[in-house]
């Protein structure tokens, strides 16, 4: 059963029919194709079961408050101050960028919304000042793998009720990881420049620094307000993506920047986001269904424990299978199906859930950024009118430092159970 299932939907991945269609297919053909062939009815009331749950009414809302963000004029805002704090740095416009998809982070919790809001401001601006498209189109990638790090996170959202585990466990562990990832990427870009002339500009003066933190205060306080308002039990994750909302058209209305038109734009893009994300993951849960009937994550442990009992080799196995997935399958499809088949191998192993949630997803969204199937090179690569092949060369060795975070997070887990056991105990 498992072999027709994983089989089609293979195929069909890399005959680019869309992620939801394909696991659709894939589920059907492997009903009809079982024991359960006469009793369909199971498919629909596995999706409405799936997706009827409290916990995944936060989706919506963070993706709202990325394109609200948009709407309201928050990203500009967000690059100037990035601008004026680092841009003199060599290479500086590239640290920018790496330190605006940081703190764009903290707010929207999408790469896909970095890419596409940050990207076109970002790379017009590199372009601009001498930096040549590739490598500005594929620094643009690479930083947008913070965003659902950095917590709030709509993948981490999703993790948690695939796993059982508090949201708020998940995004204090995304924090840590988040951060480094970003440095991670500063100081490649840090050691490039001194190979490479990159265009420099002259340090900020006080004034401008302070200029442009006043001009966009409001927008860089909300990840704090967002956070601290979860950290500290004021809200829960779905409140505080409600809470992200109003407080994204409250500072849109106040830079007089967020018109009725675009506001309902970015309603109507959410609603097109949140329908893909929750037809995909109605289908995953009646494609879990299968799967677990079939007995696959039984099966699967019962072959990797047949391979090795040692811990810190089934992990390196773990990234090189996840890496490979996600350069094939997107992020949030990828986990819905990984996620629940692999849970009882991590169970076995004696892996912390927490942790494992960190290591796929940085596993998967690096998968945004490789070839051939990797999303965030596509929406760059439209957005600053860059040939899709030089996009892959460009973005090639910036995934050097981001493997070696994760290789620092799959071996050393305090870096992400730090935090959660700081805040939340144990």
Request: contains cysteine; charged residues 10%.
């Amino acid at each position: 059963m498992a072999w027709i299932l994983f089989g089609t939907f293979l195929t069909l991945i890399l005959l680019r029919v869309p992620i939801s269609i394909a696991i659709g297919t894939a589920t059907l053909l492997t009903f009809l194709t079982s024991e359960f062939s006469h009793a369909l009815q199971i498919i629909p009331q596995q999706m409405l079961e799936g997706v009827n749950k409290a916990s995944l009414t936060a989706v919506p809302f963070f993706i709202m408050a990325g394109n609200l963000m948009n709407a309201a004029g928050v990203t500009e805002r967000i690059f100037n101050f990035a601008n004026a704090v680092v841009g003199h740095m060599k290479a500086g416009l590239a640290q920018v960028n790496i330190l605006s998809s940081m703190i764009f982070a903290g707010i929207s919790g999408a790469a896909v919304a970095d890419c596409a809001g940050l990207g076109a401001i970002e790379i017009k601006a590199m372009r601009e000042r001498g930096y040549k498209p590739d490598f500005a189109a594929a620094i643009t990638v690479a930083s947008s793998v913070v965003g659902p790090l950095i917590p709030p996170s709509i993948g981490l959202v999703l993790y948690a009720f695939l796993a059982q585990q508090s949201v708020e466990r998940m995004f204090l562990a995304g924090l840590i990881p988040g951060v480094l990832v970003g440095l991670s990427l500063m100081i490649y870009v840090r050691v490039v420049a001194q190979f490479r002339e990159f265009p420099t500009q002259p340090r900020a003066p006080l004034c401008e620094v302070t200029g442009t933190a006043k001009h966009g205060i409001l927008a860089l306080i909300a990840p704090a307000i967002i956070l601290g308002s979860i950290m500290f039990g004021f809200v829960t994750a779905t409140e505080a993506g409600v809470l992200a909302c109003l407080y994204c058209i409250a500072i849109g209305i106040w830079y007089r920047e967020l018109t009725v038109r675009s506001f309902f734009e970015a309603l109507s893009d959410t609603a097109m986001m949140t329908a893909v994300i929750m037809i995909i993951i109605s289908f995953s849960i009646a494609m879990g269904w299968l799967l677990a009937i079939d007995q696959t994550p039984q099966k699967l442990a019962d072959v990797v424990f047949s391979l090795t009992e040692n811990k810190a080799v089934f992990l390196g196995l773990l990234l090189l299978f996840i890496i490979m997935v996600g350069c094939v399958v997107e992020g949030v499809p990828a986990m819905l199906i990984l996620v629940p088949t692999l849970l009882p191998l991590i169970d076995a192993y004696g892996i912390d859930r927490v942790h494992f949630g960190i290591i796929v997803q940085l596993g998967l969204l690096i998968g945004i950024a490789t070839p051939p199937m990797g999303i965030g090179l596509y929406i760059v690569s439209e957005v600053g009118r860059v040939r899709f092949e030089q996009v892959t060369l460009a973005i090639l060795p910036m995934l050097v430092p981001l493997f070696v975070v994760l290789l620092l997070l799959t071996y050393v887990p305090q870096t992400v159970t730090f935090l959660p056991d700081l805040f939340l105990g144990p």
